[in-house]
């Protein structure tokens, strides 16, 4: 166990508050928090799954704070969250199952895409609603190809999750005809449910170092308010290219670290 002296806790507990933030705004909040996490003498399993420990409290802390964008949205959200939970739970038991570097080559592909996808959104968005239309489809039932890419998300987010919070917002913004703040709203909910389900196995199953969790899970909840008092006042433009560079960075970094 790393020591847990003064200055680890000040770096953990920052890079909480900061993660919280990000993640609540757009996501990805999980790559600031990691390195810091082997930083402080964590091997890359105990980082990863205390990382997801830590972060749940500031993705239910961000869900709460966009509650007024979720109005309305109760039907949508629980039909996602059957799939979020499936594939969450799926991805967790694979971190702990297959070797470390399994999704290693696919997942800056996957971010990549996320990212193309929500530039290229608005237009697809209206593709999709045109289609729906003419079907007369309900606009609060879920798409079966939105159901099916986020549980595939949700795997990805239950084993490591980088970007995660992008590619939901891509992949709601092609599927439901809604303002892209309150898109944002179900994914923080989507996104505490696939860290919700893959933290409650890490409990049981895996290396958590607990108090490096607490204090992260402390900053997480403090950086989930400030994201969605933030994130909120971002006009949709500047949200959707917020979101895009941040995809762009992390792909990169990705990359560059193969």
């Known amino acids: 166990m790393p020591a847990l002296n003064l200055l680890n806790v000040a770096g953990v507990f920052g890079a909480g508050i900061v993660a919280g933030t990000v993640n609540t705004i757009v996501g990805s909040g999980s790559l600031l928090t990691f390195p810091v996490l082997l930083g402080v003498g964590l091997s890359p399993l105990a980082a990863n799954v205390t990382n997801t420990v830590g972060l749940v409290p500031g ?50 592909f996957l971010v990549l895409m996320a990212s193309l996808l929500v530039l290229v959104q608005p237009r697809l968005g209206r593709i999709v609603a045109r289609r729906n239309s003419a079907r007369g489809h309900d606009p609060q039932r879920t798409d079966p190809i939105l159901d099916t890419t986020n549980g595939l998300t949700a795997v990805y987010g239950g084993y490591f999750g980088a970007a995660q919070g992008v590619i939901l917002m891509a992949l709601l913004g092609i599927f439901v005809p ?15 449910l696939v860290n919700g389900i893959a933290a409650l196995l890490f409990a049981f199953f895996a290396p958590v170092a607990w108090w490096f969790a607490l204090v992260e899970a402390l900053g997480a909840v403090v950086g989930g308010q400030l994201g969605a008092v933030v994130g909120r006042r971002i006009p949709p433009r500047l949200l959707r290219a917020v979101i895009v560079i941040v995809g762009l960075v992390v792909a990169a970094k990705l990359f560059a670290s193969w």
């Open 178 to 192: 809604e303002d892209l703040q309150r898109l944002n709203a179900v994914k923080n909910v989507l996104a505490a």
């Open 59 to 108: 993705s239910v802390s961000g869900a709460l704070g966009y509650r007024r964008e979720l109005r309305g949205q109760r039907r949508r959200c629980l039909r996602l969250a059957v799939s979020s939970l499936i594939g969450g739970c799926v991805g967790a038991v694979l971190l702990l199952v297959l070797p470390s570097r399994s999704f290693e080559r696919i997942v800056p």
